[in-house]
Nanobody
Framework: QVQLVESGGGLVQAGGSLRLSCAASGRAFSSSIMGWFRQAPEKEREFVAFITRSGSSTNYAGSVKGRFTISRDNAKNTVYLQMNSLKPEDTAVYYC????????????WGQGTQVTVSS
């Protein structure tokens, strides 16, 4: 079990940058794959990115590839999402999530942080 607390959301102009942070508590953090998801108004939740336990492997949704970077610092129990070249369509509530490396389902979720990109 991992408890997650997100921060870093806000309002930015198109083309700007923002970095989201997700602070995790629990001894399982280093054994967890970490991910970011987002949900726009009246839309379904969608996958954004994930990172493996050591940070050696990452994966991104096609819509954010080349613009977003996921990273983690296991010593600080924190995962980050660096968002560059933001577009209005990136506007959404962003959620941090965790899953134990032996499982296929995302079992732990943060409260979400609002990201709004103005045009």
């Amino acid at each position: 079990q991992v408890q997650l607390v997100e921060s870093g959301g806000g309002l930015v102009q198109a083309g700007g940058s923002l970095r989201l942070s997700c602070a995790a508590s629990g001894r399982a953090f280093s054994s967890s794959i970490m991910g970011w998801f987002r949900q726009a108004p009246e839309k379904e939740r969608e996958f954004v990115a994930f990172i493996t336990r050591s940070g050696s492997s990452t994966n991104y949704a096609g819509s954010v590839k080349g613009r977003f970077t996921i990273s983690r610092d296991n010593a600080k129990n924190t995962v980050y999402l660096q968002m560059n070249s933001l577009k209005p369509e990136d506007t959404a509530v962003y959620y941090c999530a965790a899953r134990y490396y032996t499982r296929a389902d995302w079992t732990d979720w943060g409260q979400g942080t609002q990201v709004t990109v103005s045009s």
